[in-house]
């Protein structure tokens, strides 16, 4: 099964929207898929413990908190502080899939 959703960039990036695939692996315990928007493509693993939620994305080094998955004020902060090296256009097609999960009832 896949999602599709649009990544909203900043006024000055061109384009300023493009399109992202989610592809749903494994929602068990947690949820694993692919997202791929733009070239780029994220193996996830996105999930809950006791006191927050994290993603991981083993095939580019990343794992760290997460607030809500609609919250990407927050989650785009974390991201873009804790990884500085990712780029922009990466880390809000991250991003805007967690909002597109929210949507879907995926905590």
């Not at 804790?82 to 809000?92: G, K, L, M, N």
Request: proline share 3%; with cysteine; hydrophobic share 40%.
């Amino acid at each position: 099964m896949s999602l599709f959703y649009k990544c909203h960039g900043t006024k000055h990036m061109n384009p300023a929207i493009w399109k992202g695939e989610i592809t749903f692996l494994d929602c068990s315990k947690f949820i694993e898929i692919n997202i791929s928007a733009r070239g780029s493509t994220f193996h996830a693993i996105i999930g809950a413990h006791s006191y927050n939620n994290f993603i991981c994305v083993p095939n580019w080094g990343i794992g760290t908190e997460l607030a809500g998955l609609s919250d990407r004020f927050w989650n785009l902060e974390r991201l873009t502080t804790v990884y500085p090296d990712i780029s922009q256009v990466d880390t809000i097609s991250i991003v805007d899939a967690l909002v597109e999960l929210s949507k879907h009832d995926y905590k």
